[in-house]
């Protein structure tokens, strides 16, 4: 189901989110940076673990992640949790913004990393939040999936 994207360097990862919610379908979109958060990006900084994405006047926008300030940048440095607009085809954004407000669903990023080309992307996903009982399942599937392969294992 999800579309396998060409990950060469994971910068920042998400874990959270596939225990949260249940992922529907995933996107690869681009991100306006400047010159000094590539550079953080780069040496592995960065946190999207309280992020979100919002679609607003038809653009998509990475709210409240965060890129610490390059230790070696100038006067010119970013601020670390300012808002990122996100580089999608405008039929993607309107499939989202669809999704968002008839459906209930939420845009969850997932990863940033550095594609094969350099460029710094992130993972976006469309995601309906999970219920108390559907966690407790993901534990109880975990669990069995950890046991079963460690009799597996003993058996030889």
Avoid: C
């Avoid at 959270?16 to 249940?22: F, G, P, V």
């Avoid at 085809?89 to 990023?109: C, D, F, Y």
């Avoid at 940033?112 to 109880?140: C, P």
């Amino acid at each position: 189901m999800s579309k396998a994207f060409n990950k060469v360097k994971v910068v920042a990862d998400n874990r959270r989110a596939t225990y949260d919610y249940s992922i529907e379908e995933r996107f690869e979109a681009g991100i306006v940076l400047q010159g000094t958060e590539v550079k953080a990006l780069r040496k592995s900084e960065g946190s999207i673990k309280e992020s979100y994405a919002t679609v607003e006047d038809g653009e998509a926008w990475l709210i409240n992640s965060h890129i610490p300030e390059y230790s070696h940048g100038n006067r010119l440095n970013h601020e670390t949790r300012r808002p990122r607009k996100l580089l999608l085809h405008q039929r993607e954004i309107n499939k989202m913004m669809g999704a968002v407000q008839r459906q209930g669903m939420t845009l969850v990023p997932m990863s940033i990393y550095f594609n094969g080309e350099g460029k710094a992307k992130l993972e976006l996903a469309l995601a309906k939040g999970k219920k108390v009982h559907d966690k407790r399942q993901a534990i109880k599937d975990r669990d069995w999936k950890r046991d079963q392969a460690r009799i597996l294992r003993d058996r030889g």
